[in-house]
């Protein structure tokens, strides 16, 4: 009786400190199973697991005796637990494990004498099905895209690469969310230098949470204070294959689908993977209507300023009177229209992303008729203004990567200024900070400017034309990564 | 933390600099210009009164592409400023005018006859040296008073001043009256190297000038009071020396070296044929002989029947022939036309450049033209030929 009493008061203790632990919560199930005389206490989160497989297998198997022999159906398939030995816990450690288990979606079942502890990972898949990224849609080529479930993601990256030499290092980043970070590499073509510099970095972070990769990629960038973005991210796992094979690195952060691909220059923001699921030429053709689009989203506004407001002598005689026609009863100056246009498309772009998309559309609808039409009709602003913000706000969704497109709108609106205070003359001033800056930016040292700056011929073609398949470097490391040694 | 804050200082110093720009001060609006689209210059011989007329662009008026047009306005105001220097009449411009001047969009200038003859140095020194007015736009002159050309409303065009230009440009193509050289730089670059040019000349249709711009355009009568543009004003030392008629400007520009095509009436064998001529190739050489230099000036011309009606040979043989007589036909009008500018003194062709260029160290000497033996070698040939008034 004695000893009866001992195990109920232990177990009433580590009940009692677990709930501590985690604060009395409400989805915190114990139970007391009876096996061959003994009694199993059995506690998970059931908000975390998958309770049909406890009851069915495990709580079952534990009454039945068949406990070391259970087959546990697992999401895609089976596993079999074969050999469910209960692993001694140091009384210490028990209370931590206990509590590390269960927050992780594990059923723990703690032995009789609150000696020995078994963990069984019954997790249930709270995750949504692969779909098709909503920021990254293609015509061409795969339609699948990362989820919030880091397993699932490296296995869509596994399926495409099966190659052995591909390596998932696990990382656990944050001391409150213990999240799980993947360094995703290809062992025989990352330069090592790049792989332990990532791996370096990763170490390094010191943060209580991650939730997004976001978090992890303003720890690991080069610069903080920078419009463009040293790193891509991606939701497509044929992007991150392609980039591994490319000799790249990705990091992959549980709980996002988004996966952060390092290094990354200027001109590598202007490929698309739909570039290499077309023909070549095509690719080339839409890969130049890309740098034109960037050009045309961060500077047209601040040329229209600029000539418009300085350099009248500039402009064609017959475009000179239509502009003077629109802009007669125009109360507002340019620059002050251009700026008020543009933001107010930011606002309603903005607003567009949060509404839900059925008003998204009735949204949109109503802001091009109040820009475009009642705008100009009401006197506030010339019609001009409205095509130069409509061609710069659809120009910047051409760029495939939606992080580069907010830099355009930063740098555009720093170009508009400079262009309202100093004309044409402050838009080459701008130009040459802007290129100081881009030559001064690397990302995981690698110049970002490459192969422009510092200037390699041979990695031009890669830019600005899609070579075609057959005439590719069956091993394409860029010139700008061999710096990195190669593995052997 | 540092970094962070040494970053925000730098912004904040450069915001704060912005302050000092001054350059934003300089900035004007497009509808605070009033821009001008041709202008007219006449200048007092006798008291040296100088008179600029402005057509600047009416914007309400719906003159452009974009705009419906307003018969109840006038695409153009002609605002008329007086002085006695340019730059006076410049800053006086704002006494009649409500917004800023803005001259680098004319199309054309127009000088008055007597102001020609007075000089015309002053005005294309202002139109040069300022950095905002284009040199590259042509130059006439007017034969008759240039206010009332300025005050002349075009047809088809709304703006007078694109019906200059576009005059210009397919009397430029289509014919030999117009040549390419009749710019604002043009004039200062041949007077700079002691060089003639001719500039073509605008006069007024006669007709009652008509004051409202609807009351223009409702009237069909599209010959009167519409200007024309015709004759060539001959300049020498930034003065007009002499004026061309339209038969004396084909042969310049033939002799010139102009790649235009002009359909003529000739007279061959007492036979009518219009011929339309383009000259394919031209050349112009200088050679010593019997102690004088003598100028050669070869062309080739091509010519059609396509426009001929009256008369069309019949036979190869006739053809030839015809090629024959065109060729010394024209020849002889050429020579016609050099003598006469020969006796009035203008080295209309540049014979005498020719001569000191290719020939430095025989210097035809204070003879001038007198000195100099001009050839002149036509070879004519006929490109297309036929009709299907008569057989071939």
Redesign the interface.
């Known amino acids: 009786m004695q000893r009866r009493n001992d195990k109920q008061r232990k177990w009433s203790d580590l009940l009692q400190k677990v709930q501590e632990a985690l604060g009395s919560p409400s989805d915190l199930v114990c139970r007391a199973v009876l096996v061959k005389e003994e009694t199993v206490q059995c506690m998970y989160l059931e908000s975390l697991v998958d309770k049909p497989m406890i009851d069915d297998y495990i709580l079952k198997s534990l009454m039945g005796g068949t406990f070391s022999e259970v087959e546990q159906p697992y999401d895609n398939g089976n596993r079999f637990v074969h050999d469910l030995p209960f692993s001694s816990a140091d009384p210490e450690q028990l209370l931590q494990r206990t509590v590390d288990a269960l927050l992780t979606g594990q059923c723990v079942l703690v032995d009789s004498l609150m000696e020995k502890i078994r963990l069984i990972n019954v997790i249930s898949p709270k995750h949504r099905q692969i779909e098709e990224p909503k920021s990254e849609s293609t015509v061409r080529g795969p339609h699948e895209g990362f989820t919030e479930n880091i397993d699932m993601n490296i296995g869509l990256i596994r399926k495409r690469l099966r190659n052995s030499r591909l390596r998932f290092e696990k990382l656990t980043i944050g001391n409150q969310t213990h999240t799980t970070v993947m360094l995703v590499y290809m062992h025989n073509i990352a330069p090592d230098a790049l792989v332990r510099e990532a791996r370096r970095r990763l170490r390094a972070i010191r943060t209580d949470s991650v939730l997004e990769s976001a978090y992890i990629e303003e720890y690991i960038q080069d610069r903080m204070w920078s419009p463009f973005p040293t790193l891509n991210n991606t939701e497509k796992p044929d992007v991150v294959t392609a980039q591994l094979l490319e000799g790249k690195v990705a990091v992959m952060v549980d709980g996002t689908p988004n996966a952060l691909l390092a290094p990354m220059t200027f001109f590598e923001f202007f490929s698309s993977p739909e570039d290499y699921y077309q023909r070549a030429d095509i690719a080339t053709f839409i890969r130049w209507i890309r740098l034109v689009s960037f050009f045309i989203a961060v500077f047209v506004p601040s040329l229209y300023v600029a000539v418009t407001t300085f350099h009248q002598e500039l402009l064609p005689t017959q475009l000179l009177i239509n502009l003077s026609v629109q802009r007669e009863g125009v109360p507002l100056p340019s620059l002050t229209e251009v700026l008020l246009m543009e933001v107010v498309f930011e606002i309603i772009r903005e607003a567009g992303l949060r509404m839900p998309r059925a008003v998204g559309q009735a949204l949109s609808i109503v802001g091009a008729i109040v820009l475009g039409q009642a705008a100009v009709e009401a006197g506030l602003i010339s019609a001009a203004i409205v095509i130069v913000v409509a061609v710069t706000g659809i120009a910047y969704f051409v760029v495939p990567v939606y992080s580069f497109g907010i830099s355009q709108r930063l740098l555009r609106f720093s170009f508009v200024l400079l262009a309202g205070f100093m004309g044409l003359f402050g838009i080459l001033c701008g130009v040459l900070f802007l290129v100081a800056h881009l030559v001064s930016l690397k990302s995981f040292g690698v110049p970002y400017l490459a192969p422009a700056a510092p200037g390699n011929g041979s990695d031009w073609k890669e830019v600005f034309v899609r070579v075609p398949r057959p005439w590719m470097n069956p091993n394409p490391l860029p010139r700008f990564m061999q710096s990195f040694k190669r593995r052997k | 933390m540092v ?2 804050q040494s ?1 925000l200082k730098t912004f904040v110093a450069f915001a704060l600099m ?1 302050v000092f ?1 001054t ?2 001060w ?6 605070e ?1 009033a ?1 001008a ?1 041709m202008a007219g210059v006449d200048i007092d011989p006798e008291t040296g009164k100088k008179t600029v007329y402005y057509q600047i ?1 009416n ?2 008026s ?6 419906t047009p307003s018969a109840d306005m006038s695409p153009v105001y002609t605002y008329e400023i007086s002085g006695q220097s340019f730059g006076e009449i410049k800053s006086m411009a704002n006494k009649l005018l409500s917004r800023k001047l ?1 001259v ?2 004319y ?1 054309a200038v127009v000088i008055s006859q007597r102001a020609a003859e007075y000089g015309i140095r002053d005005i294309v020194n202002l139109i040069e040296v300022q950095p ?1 007015v284009r040199s590259s736009i042509p130059m006439l002159v007017a034969d008759g008073p240039v206010s009332q050309i300025m005050r002349t409303y075009s047809l088809l065009e709304r703006l007078p001043a694109d019906a200059v230009e576009s005059r210009l440009h397919f009397l430029n193509t289509d014919s030999l009256i117009v040549g390419k050289h009749i710019r604002v730089k043009d004039v200062s670059e041949r007077m700079q190297k002691s060089e003639m040019i001719v500039l073509p000349m605008i006069k007024e249709k006669p007709g009652n000038v008509s004051q409202h711009s609807g009351e223009r355009a409702s009237d069909i009568n599209a010959n009167k009071s519409n200007f024309l543009i015709g004759g060539g004003a001959v300049f020498r030392g930034y003065r007009m020396a002499g004026r061309l008629n339209d038969t004396d400007l084909i042969w310049y520009h033939l002799l010139t070296g102009n790649k235009g095509q002009q359909p003529k009436l000739f007279q061959v064998d007492g036979k009518r044929i219009t011929v339309v001529m383009k000259q394919v190739r031209f050349d112009r050489s200088a050679t010593w002989r019997r102690n004088k230099p003598v100028v050669t000036i070869n062309m080739e011309l091509r010519l059609s029947t396509g426009l001929a009606t009256e008369y069309l040979p019949q036979s190869w043989d006739e053809a030839k022939r015809l090629e024959r007589k065109l060729a010394q036909s024209v020849t002889h009008e050429l020579y016609a036309f050099y003598k006469k500018t020969k006796k009035k003194g203008w080295d209309l062709l540049g014979i005498k450049k020719t001569v000191e260029r290719t020939l430095p160290q025989n210097d035809p000497g204070s003879g001038g033209l007198n000195d100099v033996e001009v050839i002149i070698n036509v070879d004519a040939k006929f490109q297309r030929i036929g009709s299907i008034n008569k057989r071939f």
Do not use: V, Y
């Open positions: 970094r962070m970053t912005s720009l350059a934003c300089d900035k004007i609006e497009i509808n210009l821009i689209s662009i914007p309400l719906g003159a452009t592409a974009g705009g803005f680098a969009h199309k905002n």
